[in-house]
């Protein structure tokens, strides 16, 4: 469990009594909805006033549903807890998707010719792909270049992500003669969060040329993932 200070703790008591959501609470305390759960477990404070939900109401959130409002529109108009919706959807046999992606990372240069230059080496340098995980449903994306210039990736991260895998690859090549020489290492810089990529490829786009159609293929998986999913609030301190 995160430690938080006692001002935090206390804090999160306080709103919990007021009857917001674990959600709202983090967003107002700015910490992680984890946190603020694991806190109040541990203070006997997790139930929550909303969750007593009348006959009448979970016919409305059903008929809501129905007319095709999504769960946060249905939360607000009925002015619950977002969790409650998906409770009793649940319960009455609807399939919902639903699940937290972590806010962008990335920063986007509001220069074009920086972006025009990203594009560029991700035409020549870079990766744009869809992995499936070991479940064989979930694709996780990814958008890497691979060069070997320190300055380069010192020049990305200065201008699109502080937070990134720098991987060393060292490679070997044996000559006609059996000579073994060593070259430089390759170095590569990579993303694979769902909302940085999707933010970066938006971008970039208009200046991609070679791997324009892959982009957009993702992208299109992506659009879809972020509209019926919840982005997390940014971590406290």
Not at 35 to 59: A, C, D, M, Q, R
Not at 180 to 191: N, P, S
Not at 195 to 205: E, G, Q, S
Request: aromatic share 8%; proline share 5%.
């Amino acid at each position: 469990m995160r430690k938080i200070s006692d001002e935090k703790v206390k804090q999160i008591i306080k709103l919990r009594k007021e009857g917001l959501s674990v959600y709202k609470i983090a967003e107002t305390v700015g910490v992680h909805p984890t946190t603020v759960e694991s806190w109040l477990k541990k203070t006997g404070n997790f139930g929550h006033p909303l969750h007593k939900t009348s006959p009448e109401t979970i016919k409305k959130i059903i008929a809501l549903y129905k007319k095709g409002l999504s769960c946060r529109k249905i939360a607000e108009k009925l002015k619950i807890d977002q969790r409650v919706v998906w409770k009793y959807l649940e319960k009455a046999g609807f399939k919902l998707n639903r699940y937290w992606l972590k806010p962008p990372s990335v920063k986007i240069p509001k220069d074009k010719t920086k972006l025009a230059y990203f594009a560029g080496l991700v035409d020549g340098e870079g990766y744009i792909s869809l992995c499936k995980q070991s479940d064989g449903k979930y694709l996780t994306p990814y958008l890497a270049i691979t060069n070997t210039s320190e300055n380069l990736m010192e020049w990305l991260e200065k201008n699109f992500a502080k937070h990134h895998y720098k991987i060393h690859v060292k490679r070997q090549t044996t000559l006609p003669s059996g000579k073994k020489i060593t070259q430089k290492h390759e170095l590569v810089w990579l993303t694979n969060r769902t909302t940085d990529v999707y933010v970066l490829l938006k971008a970039i786009l208009p200046f991609l040329v070679i791997k324009r159609k892959q982009a957009e293929k993702v992208l299109e998986v992506l659009e879809k993932r972020i509209k019926r999913a919840r982005i997390m609030p940014p971590l406290g301190e």
